[in-house]
């Protein structure tokens, strides 16, 4: 299991970008997210074009689908969403990873016991100004 922005587990955190002109005030070889929406389907290109590694944060069944299709690394989900991503996911193979998102450490259990990819802890996602 990925375990992601927890105190006892070094990490890089993924940063919240809300457009193309964000992506180049990250690190190098880090890893942007947004919310998948129609408006950021650019990002996703952007991200695609110039190699760079992109989580979507999925609301719904079609944001998992669609994210996957776009070339996510990472899917993010709430608790809501998060068993019904890792069955498609594991379903139809897909690259992308799951994550479950604002977890805290009493759902490591419960996560490991649905096989879900891994967690992504609130301290995980730099928000910067955003």
Known sequence: MIILGHNFIKSE???FVKKSE???????NSTVVFEFSEK????CTHCRDEDVSFAIIADVVKDVLFANSLG???IICDKKLVSKAQKLADEYMF???ILLYGANETDLEWAADLGIDGILFEKGID???C
């Open 72 to 74: 996510a690394s990472f």
């Open 127 to 129: 928000y910067g100004s």
């Open 13 to 15: 955190p993924f940063y």
């Open 40 to 43: 950021n389907l650019e990002l």
């Open 95 to 97: 690259d992308a990873k």
């Open 22 to 28: 964000d992506i180049s005030n990250t690190p190098s």
